[in-house]
């Protein structure tokens, strides 16, 4: 049973992240990345549904039923969840859906990276691997049937189980975030007790320069915000592209080109 199988299941692919200006600038400065545990700090109580049905008395007789040959890894799959970090990336260049969703008060920014940048990096012995994401329409107990057989279905034909496909489904009423996820796993050690309840840092060992390609601030961030933001990049040689015109009408777009 694994966490994080690395054969890379994207094609190489540009992907971009809206953040905060704090999330912005500690990436700049501290070179690092940020996984969280998807179950304790993602809003959406949807995500990792198996792990969610686990938690109740119900979804385990439910579960456990499904499982059937291979019911003695249900306790095995509950416990490994707490190993799971991730970080959500978009296949979408400035969107207005993702503007809205992240604009934290007009201060956010979008980055650009690219998805084999992600996978180069490491935790230690354990790889980041990023998937796409599958969107599904709730429809009650047989999405929890459906997200069991896809992932274990494998391991009952004798495949290696991979636990972090279970983070890799989310309901329809997300599809316009075109998610791509970056998932990883916290790693035994001295101090792992200590680690298991907290978000996982990653060091991204190219310069930042090349790591982040692309930098753009929110559409209706104010002039003084958007120097604010361009001075940064400038510091660390960070290519900023400005900030987002998506809000502001252009007439070339509603002509032919000859």
Known sequence: ???????????????????????????????????????????????GIVFRALQTNDGQERIQEILDSVS????????????????CWTKTRDSIAMWSTYRNNDKAEMIKSRSDKIE????????????????????????????????????????????SRFFVSKRI??????????????????????RIDKPLRVEITQPISDFIEEVMVH????DWYTQVIKDF?????????????????NISSLLKSD
């Open 219 to 222: 559409p209706k961030a104010e």
């Open 233 to 249: 990049c400038a510091i660390y040689g960070v290519n900023f592209s400005g900030k987002s015109d998506i809000l502001q009408f």
């Open 1 to 47: 049973m694994t966490i994080n199988k690395h054969v890379s299941e994207v094609k190489v692919m540009d992907i971009y992240r809206y953040i905060s200006f704090e999330s912005f600038v500690d990436i700049l400065q501290s070179k690092a990345l940020t996984f969280v545990n998807p179950l304790t700090s993602w809003e959406d109580g949807y995500e």
């Open 120 to 163: 180069c990096l490491t935790n230690g012995n354990t790889n980041i691997r990023l998937h796409e994401v599958d969107y599904y329409e709730l429809n009650d107990e047989s999405n929890l049937e459906e997200e069991l057989k896809r992932v274990i279905g494998n391991a009952i034909t004798g495949e290696e189980l991979d636990i």
């Open 173 to 194: 009423g997300f599809q316009h975030e075109n998610e791509v996820r970056a998932i990883t796993s916290i790693t035994p050690g001295e101090d792992f007790l200590q």
């Open 72 to 87: 003695s890894q249900h306790f095995i799959i509950a416990e490994m969840a707490k190993f799971i970090r991730c970080q």
